[in-house]
């Protein structure tokens, strides 16, 4: 057999054998010395993203192939690759002698290359070699170099293929592995393709046209050249009259058949995903590109994602999505300079419910593939400062550290900051001066109140107490220990106005907390994801633990329950349902925010001019032009609507509160 590797390569891969001076006696030096084991590769394929009511999201894939079992190949199909590429498959065995001796004389009288001699299970180990190069074009174009090293490495392993494998499944693996053109691997995508059928469906006139496809893709496409491409079909047609396949009536038949394609253009990636679904679409592969359940190295989580075929089902659920991006987008249109972003979590499980914006997920005119409400690390962009929606976390961290919620502070309109210092000793003396958003917010008040009507100068007396080292670590334990960009959290006396860049999933994440009695939950995308041989990959949980005392939280709550009843949250409030929440606006009016939460459902919504960004004052938003713009009354209904439909028809449930002591005096 070696020898006869020899001769093949010598005869039919390399037109002059003698000119190279490779012999039969190095040819098998070269064939004894390769592996005993050929090792397939999992078939690259489509995978799918679902979402939590099993909906499809969107399909996904480095290249467009569903593997089939050999039952969902139309047998005509299997018929006519094998008359046209290898007739003789089911009576030879790795090589087949007729076809070399044939290729042998053909090649030496034209004193060129003019007919090959590989079996279909021949071509099928290229096609793996292929296979394995991935996307590396360098690595195909060397797998699919005609040497005689190549030659002598396929002989080997078709020797092995067939004695461990049927003919009938090496030619199942031929049909799933091969490439159809128009961007279709597998005979399963090229029958959608081409004809929008399944494998199993196809007729006569269709599999000869695409069994003649699998010599040259790209000479005899259908969609580019459909002269050639009849051609090559009516070739097929005629060889498989001429082997007994069909008759020469039904070959006459299908060769008067013009070629009819019915074209379905490849749709795939999160750009497909409706109703806003894109970002959080997005989301899902960056986790599984970063996460180490998922793989290791960087290398096995992207070879994972490649090799596709996975089924992963999320948490995001259709309803609320629908809802969530009904709202944004009506807020605030896809043309306009200000951008509405909104995420929503499920309290006490870290689940993503909803994610979108009104920016289109795309790279078209007013669309973005950055995902807004995320970190650069996982698509987005640098976030957004906070404003006064940070405050809560104030509070949290001054009641765990035993603070009263009716402690006093004179609040007037200007102060200047207090002395504070951060956790290296960093010390930061008065140096300029805080102020309220009104002449006529003055105190004294007390935490509650403070909270309702957002007093800048309050919590900066309440910070200073507290310590800013202990309002840092508060936030680090809510899923806060970075700036979204990937820079660290400035811990600065303006921390309590929200200074730091933040991103509504964080943010949602926070108040998700103070719904769920102080225990924080890490966000989770995915509830499952399925391989293609049908077993799972585990999917993480959510990390859920307690970074606040009960007490703390439902205090928080408390408070945050006034700000929505009768602060700067009233716009916000639901009627039929508990809610609380807190408002932010950041300077001269470029952000405004909405945090807040139901026993059910937490969610963030920010409103920001996403180009320079600019004052939000005086410019059209959602078809309205603002006069003012707060958080209360600009982002606030953007959460107000997003929950009532998310919601609609969900029993009501209750807020934990306290009740708040008396001030002191």
């Known amino acids: 057999m070696s020898v006869l590797a020899g001769a093949m390569a010598a005869g039919i891969a390399l037109p002059v054998a003698g000119a190279l001076g490779v012999g039969a ?33 969107a399909t996904v894939y480095d290249r467009d192939r569903t593997v089939i079992p050999g039952d969902q190949i139309a047998p005509v199909m299997r018929q006519a690759l094998v008359d046209i590429e290898d007739n003789r498959f089911y009576q030879h065995g790795a090589v087949d002698l007729q076809g070399v001796l044939r290729a042998l004389n053909k090649n030496a009288a034209s004193g060129s290359v003019a007919q090959g001699a590989s079996t279909l299970t021949q071509q099928y180990v290229k096609n793996v070699f292929v296979e394995q190069a991935g996307s590396d074009q360098k ?28 003919k009938d499944q090496i030619l199942t693996n031929y049909l799933n592995i091969t490439f159809f053109g128009e961007q279709a691997y597998g005979i399963e995508a090229a029958s959608e393709r081409y004809f929008s059928v399944h494998a199993k469906d196809l007729s006569l006139p269709q599999a000869a046209l695409l069994a003649g496809l699998v010599q040259s893709p790209s000479m005899y496409d259908p969609v580019s050249n459909a002269a050639l491409a009849k051609q090559r079909r009516d070739t097929v047609l005629s060889k498989m009259a001429e082997y007994g396949s069909i008759t020469s009536a039904q070959a006459q038949e299908a060769i008067a058949t013009p070629i009819q394609l019915k074209i379905s253009a490849p749709r795939q990636g999160c750009i497909t995903a409706h109703h806003g679904e894109g970002f959080f679409c997005d ?66 499980t870290g689940k993503i419910v909803a994610m979108g914006q009104s920016r289109d997920y795309g790279l078209g005119a007013h669309q973005t593939e950055i995902n807004l409400n995320v970190g650069t690390k996982m698509g987005g962009g640098l976030g957004f ?23 006093k502070y004179p609040a007037p309109y200007s102060m200047p900051w207090p002395a504070m210092s951060d956790c290296a000793g960093n010390a930061y003396p008065e140096n300029g001066e805080v102020h309220n958003d009104s002449h006529s917010l003055v105190g004294p008040f007390a935490m509650p109140d403070a909270m309702a009507q957002s007093v800048n100068t309050y919590f900066a007396e309440l910070e200073a107490d507290t310590g800013l080292c202990e309002v840092a670590k508060m936030a680090n334990s809510l899923g806060i220990k970075a700036q979204a960009g990937g820079t660290k959290l400035q811990i600065v006396p303006s921390l309590t106005l929200g200074s730091n860049d933040l991103t509504p999933l964080e943010m949602a994440n926070v108040y998700a907390t103070f719904a769920n009695h102080g225990t924080y939950c890490t966000p989770v995308a995915m509830t499952s994801v399925t391989k293609p041989d049908g077993g799972s990959i585990p999917v993480p949980g959510a990390d ?113 509160t306290t009740t708040l002591p008396a001030s002191d005096g």
């Open 25 to 57: 006696k190095s040819a098998a030096e070269s064939f004894n010395s390769l592996p005993d084991e050929f090792k397939t590769p999992p078939l690259s394929q489509a995978s799918q993203i679902y979402d939590a009511d099993g909906g499809l999201i």
């Open 139 to 166: 690595a195909v174009l060397e797998a699919q170099r005609q040497t005689l090293g190549r030659k002598i490495q396929e002989l080997r392993y078709a020797i092995e293929l067939e004695q461990t494998l049927p």
């Open 283 to 348: 989301y899902v592969h960056r986790t599984v590109l970063s996460d180490p359940a998922f793989g290791k190295t960087a290398a096995e989580r992207r070879a994972l994602w490649s090799r596709g075929g996975l089924k992963i089902h999320t948490t995001l659920s259709p309803k609320a999505q629908k809802s969530l991006q009904d709202s944004v987008t009506s807020h605030a249109y896809t043309t306009d300079d200000a951008a509405a972003v909104m995420s929503l979590v499920q309290p006490g």
């Open 385 to 407: 400062p906070t404003g006064s929606t940070f405050k809560p976390i104030v509070a949290a961290a001054a009641l765990e550290k035993g603070t009263s919620p009716s402690q």
């Open 544 to 656: 859920c633990h307690q970074v606040m005392s009960p007490e703390t939280a439902d205090t928080v709550t408390t408070m945050l329950l006034g700000v929505v009843q009768d602060g700067t949250g009233k716009p916000a409030g639901l009627t039929d349902r508990d809610s609380a929440g807190k408002t932010g606006t950041t300077d001269d009016s470029k952000q405004v925010w909405f945090a807040g939460y139901t026993p059910e459902l937490s969610g963030a919504a920010v409103v920001s001019d996403t180009k320079s960004p600019h004052d939000l004052d005086g410019q059209s938003i959602g078809g309205t032009v603002v006069g003012q713009a707060f958080g209360g009354t600009l982002a606030g209904p953007v959460w107000r609507d997003s929950i009532e439909g998310a919601l609609a028809g969900v029993p009501a449930g209750t807020l934990t």
